[in-house]
């Protein structure tokens, strides 16, 4: 364990009380590591206890369970871990919440493990949690602690496969079985809000849950599945986060800022509602605000590579490129394939004029990512800068030829034409992105997206003047 890292716990623990949730090592579906994310939300909404996310959980328990590196990695205090015996066909769970690093145990529970009496038990440990530790339930979220989200155990089941392949990046195959969870029960609130994450997080990493799929179709089915699932149940932290998500990508700023906020009063330890907080103060402009979230979704999610990178955003956008840099390196060391922190890594030498470094990176992000047209402009906007011309103008050509084919590329195309000279071209490929609602169009004219060719046109002003704010 680096010295690094044992700061980084050392200073995440000053902050108050912190617990991880550990993936129970069994074969029981009914307490992996999908059905423990109720058990990590509603424990996360207690007052005075902040509970690590169950990716950074998740990614800890398939390297290590030694309480001294949980201590140094997680910054964590407490620990509850667990396990399903079987004994004459019938299991039994077993819960522990232990002190780290000693493992001294400051609380336990047994249960026999059934379908019909799984969110009872779920109570039962999120409550004997509590009173082992002292903490009170917050008066604003009884529900979460004693609400059953379904009585159909085939629909849970499906619920519980679904959480667990949102946590394996896999959205397609967790739309699959929120789907089949809501065929099952059409008011299982839980489940709709999990098909909205699911298209959230296929627009994240770029996959295409159905053929044709754009940015327009996709905020549209978030959208639907998270005002779904607070119809039946206005309680659903992920439901509000989702709908806050949703509203980032219609540009719609103040209720997206006001469904995350209110997201984060019901579970005020969900990452992705920090992380999508952060990026929607990054892109009003508020840099220090967006800092402040970005480092809350960090503390929460540690291992997760994708919130470590991105939340060195705002802090290079705010002037601190040595900690953006710092947070990218991080998340590379968690994921050394990690394409997006090699591609702010490029973008931070080219801010830095380190040429020859910057391509090398670039060239990493596009071969990683297959070819993402976004990154190869950004590559080709380096290339530029390096001397490397005619390889960008391929690049340009290419990505123009994509384009026209409905990729989302127009605004990193056109700060590739523009640095190429093509300078009409280039304004009318972001006015392009402004048009498709393209988050990286709210960049343009900051140093993530300077188009400094273009620094006195008034056509281009014009444009950015358009952006909401």
Not at 55 to 84: C, I, M, P, Y
Not at 206 to 230: C, K, P, Y
Not at 400 to 406: C, E, M, S, T, V
Not at 417 to 445: N, Y
Request: proline share 4%; hydrophobic share 40%; charged share 25%.
């Amino acid at each position: 364990m680096s010295v690094l890292a044992r700061i980084r716990g050392s200073l995440r623990r000053r902050r108050g009380s912190r617990l991880a949730v550990i993936p129970f090592p069994d074969r029981s579906w009914l307490f992996g590591a999908g059905a423990l994310d109720g058990i990590t939300t509603r424990l996360g909404s207690l007052d005075g206890l902040s509970v690590v996310g169950l990716s950074s959980s998740l990614a800890f328990s398939h390297r290590t369970t030694d309480l001294e590196s949980a201590l140094d990695e997680l910054g964590v205090e407490f620990l509850v871990r667990g396990q399903v015996e079987s004994d004459g066909g019938r299991d039994h769970v077993i819960v522990q919440l232990v002190r780290a690093p000693d493992g001294a145990e400051l609380w336990s529970g047994a249960w026999r493990c059934e379908t019909e009496t799984l969110f009872d038990v779920q109570s039962q440990i999120v409550t004997g949690i509590a009173s082992a530790l002292g903490c009170d339930t917050p008066a604003s979220t009884p529900d979460l602690m004693h609400r059953a989200p379904t009585s159909d155990p085939v629909a849970w089941e499906h619920y519980v496969h679904g959480r667990t392949a949102l946590l394996a990046s896999d959205p397609t195959a967790a739309l699959r079985h929120f789907e089949a969870a809501i065929e099952g029960d059409s008011i299982f609130a839980d489940a709709w809000a999990g098909m909205a994450e699911s298209w959230r997080d296929a627009w994240e990493a770029h996959v295409a849950l159905r053929s044709g799929t754009d940015l327009e179709s996709t905020a549209r089915a978030v959208r639907q599945g998270a005002e779904r699932a607070l119809d039946l149940d206005d309680s659903i932290p992920r439901a509000h986060a989702a709908l806050g998500y949703a509203d980032l990508l219609d540009w719609s700023f103040d209720t997206a800022e006001a469904n995350l906020r209110l997201a984060l009063q019901l579970a005020p330890c969900l990452p992705e509602a920090h992380r999508w907080l952060a990026r929607t103060l990054l892109y009003r402009g508020d840099y220090e605000a967006a800092c402040i979230s970005a480092d809350r979704a960090m503390a929460l999610e540690p291992l997760d590579p994708t919130t470590v990178n991105e939340s060195g955003w705002s802090h290079a956008l705010a002037g601190r490129t040595d900690e953006a840099i710092e947070r990218s390196r991080r998340a590379i060391h968690l994921d050394p394939e990690h394409v997006l922190s090699y591609m702010h890594l490029g973008r931070y030498a080219e801010q830095s004029d380190r040429r020859g470094e910057s391509l090398t990176y670039y060239r990493a992000a596009v071969e990683l990512s297959g070819r993402e047209p976004f990154l190869t402009a950004f590559l080709g906007t380096a290339l530029v800068s390096a001397g490397e011309r005619e390889e960008a103008e391929q690049i340009a050509h290419d990505l123009l030829r994509k384009a026209r084919r409905g990729t989302p590329v127009a605004t990193s195309l056109g700060a590739l034409l523009t640095a190429l000279g093509r300078h009409d071209e280039g304004v009318s490929w972001v006015e392009a992105g402004i048009d498709a609602r393209e988050p990286l169009a709210l960049l343009a004219g900051t140093t993530w997206l300077p188009l400094t060719e273009l620094r006195s046109s008034k056509r281009l002003a014009d444009l950015l003047e358009r952006r909401p704010r």
